[in-house]
């Protein structure tokens, strides 16, 4: 079988380096917010060309502490998509604000900033546009919406380490980004991880404060303000380190495969566009198809894995059903037509071609 992501074989790739890594941090003695977290909060901090990073648990708490450092809670609500993981919107909920879903655009599966203006109430104090896939949400439509109605703007770049929009990384547009170290991502540890990146110094602060019950480093056990515990461990930001230093690479060669897709796929499967001016970074290889269901039975028998992100839109789900019903024509569509063909650091032209024969 060909498989939608291989975990292994990424590790085998670097694991001279990340055996040495894990070998360095077990002999220092030091398991938790140390040496290995600061290097890696600067080095990550440096690569998506912004001023700072603060390491965290997981993706979902990044997402819930950029929220709550930019001042959401309980009563407020939080503009994003119902095309994403439901982590997304599992963040808002943890904050006791509400999720506002807004439909996407069909061509790039991300936040419609036409559905934005109208989303937008007195309550409404932020908005999460998720850079799904791997390419950026339309921040130029985005942006100045936000901007003119007072709200945080939060960056989901959970698949898109390394994304640009305009020439500039995403994570550097919002007043806070968050990302997954999630192992299948394109910058993936072995086990969960996440950060908080950022330009604003105080709210970085905030980040800080809130990642571990509101203490400063130098002053434990003094909470300034309420905060939880949400820290990145040694062990993690080591491997990361490792990995980012060759995710340029590996992304590239992502872009390089999605090109061999592009030319060998048949014309009856809905190819991902990448927006002028934009670099998808291809977390997933997304097509679309009406007949999905078959097709993937059809890849299944040849050998090919695929799989559907996401199958259910969020606010179709039964955890979220109490919210305001929404109508999203264009989520609701592309759900039941959209199939993720493997894409991974190690996956092989060959291999590409042998996905594509399947098809016929
Ligand atoms: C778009 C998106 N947002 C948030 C997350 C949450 O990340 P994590 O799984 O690290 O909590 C993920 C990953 O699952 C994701 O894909």
């Known amino acids: 079988m060909i498989p939608v992501v291989d975990l292994r074989a990424e590790y085998e790739l670097v694991k001279a380096e990340i055996d040495a890594a894990v070998r360095r941090v077990?002999?220092?003695?030091?398991?938790?917010?140390?040496?290995?977290?600061?290097?890696?909060?600067?080095?990550f901090a440096d690569w998506c060309g912004v001023s700072g990073a603060v390491g965290v648990g997981n993706g979902t708490d990044a997402l819930h502490i950029a929220l709550r450092a930019c001042g959401v809670r309980a009563g407020d609500e939080v503009i994003t998509v119902a095309h994403t993981a439901v982590a997304t919107a599992a963040a808002i909920a943890l904050t006791g604000a509400t999720p506002v879903f807004v439909d996407i655009d069909p061509a790039?599966?991300?936040?419609?900033?036409?559905?934005?203006?109208?989303?937008?109430?007195?309550?409404t104090k932020a908005v999460i546009p998720v850079h799904l896939y791997g390419h950026p949400a339309d921040l130029d439509g985005i942006l100045p919406i936000a901007q003119k109605?007072?709200?945080?703007v939060i960056e989901d770049c959970a698949q898109a380490h390394g994304a640009e929009w305009q020439g500039q990384r995403v994570g550097s547009f919002g007043d806070l980004a968050?990302?997954?170290?999630?192992?299948t991502k394109n910058l993936g540890a072995l086990g969960d991880g996440g950060a908080v990146a950022g330009n604003d110094p105080a709210l970085l602060e905030r980040v800080r404060l809130l990642r571990e019950y509101g203490w400063k480093p130098?002053?434990?056990?003094?909470?300034?303000?309420?905060?939880?515990?949400?820290?990145?461990?040694?062990m993690q930001a080591a491997i990361l380190r490792v990995k980012l230093a060759h995710l340029d690479g590996?992304?590239?060669?992502?872009?390089?495969?999605?090109?061999?897709?592009?030319?060998?796929?048949?014309?009856s499967v809905v190819k991902p566009v990448a927006r002028p001016g934009c670099r998808h970074v291809y977390?997933?290889?997304v097509v679309r198809s009406p007949d999905r269901d078959s097709l993937r039975e059809?890849?299944?028998a040849a050998g090919v894995a695929t799989g559907i992100h996401y199958p259910v839109p969020v606010h179709q789900q039964a955890a979220y059903r109490h919210l305001p019903r929404v109508s999203l024509p264009v989520t609701e569509k592309v759900a039941g037509e959209i199939l993720s063909l493997p894409m991974h650091s190690t996956l092989t032209a060959g291999q590409i071609e042998q996905v594509c024969a399947a098809f016929s």
């Open 250 to 267: 590996w992304n590239e060669h992502r872009r390089g495969l999605a090109e061999i897709y592009a030319t060998h796929l048949p014309a």
């Open 149 to 152: 109605a007072g709200l945080r």
């Open 283 to 285: 977390h997933l290889y």
């Open 178 to 183: 968050c990302f997954s170290f999630y192992p």
């Open 218 to 234: 130098e002053n434990r056990y003094v909470s300034e303000i309420e905060g939880m515990n949400s820290r990145l461990d040694e």
């Open 108 to 123: 790039t599966y991300t936040l419609d900033p036409a559905r934005l203006a109208e989303a937008i109430t007195p309550r």
């Open 298 to 300: 059809k890849l299944r």
């Open 26 to 43: 077990l002999d220092s003695g030091w398991y938790i917010l140390g040496q290995e977290v600061a290097a890696f909060e600067t080095e």
